[in-house]
């Protein structure tokens, strides 16, 4: 179970990265009129959604054979008020994930409308989701 843990750890922090990066670069598109530079740019954040929905895939993966492991059993699941809260948060960000991807195709069609100081504020969701996600985990409120 342990092992589970660190492997499940490492792939959500990867996850993270590339969630705290790409609404960086969505900045960097909003902001940019160079053809160029946007083509760069759009390359880039193809190439990390991608990797990040592949990190994803383990992270995911990992916390369900968690979740079987610590409360699964015949009589189903079985868990604590803060788990239920963890997962609420867990569907956000995959939720956040998907945006990301909407997101980028507006971009790869020329159709965004939205301004860089908006990128910049959607940019912070997912550093509160995780807040969120780790004081569930290491306090256990509920």
């Keep these: 179970m342990l092992w589970i ?13 590339g969630l705290f990066y790409l609404p960086r670069l969505f900045v960097n598109l909003a902001m940019e009129n160079q053809t160029v530079t946007t083509e760069r740019l759009l390359l880039m954040a193809r190439k990390l959604y ?10 995911v993966l990992l916390g369900f054979a ?10 189903g699941f079985k868990m604590p008020g803060w788990m239920h809260a963890k997962l609420f948060f867990v569907l956000l960000v995959i939720g956040y994930h998907h945006a990301c991807g909407s997101l980028l ?3 790869e069609n020329g159709a965004n409308k939205r301004s860089h100081k908006w ?10 989701m995780l807040l969120a996600i780790v004081v569930l985990v290491v306090v256990k409120p509920f």
């Design 5 to 17: 843990k660190a492997l499940h750890i490492l792939f959500i922090t990867s996850w993270f990265a």
């Design 50 to 59: 991608r990797f990040t929905t592949l990190l994803s895939v383990p992270a």
């Design 66 to 75: 968690l979740l079987w492991l610590q409360y699964g059993g015949a009589d």
């Design 105 to 107: 195709r507006k971009f």
């Design 119 to 128: 990128f910049r504020v959607f940019n912070e969701v997912p550093v509160f």
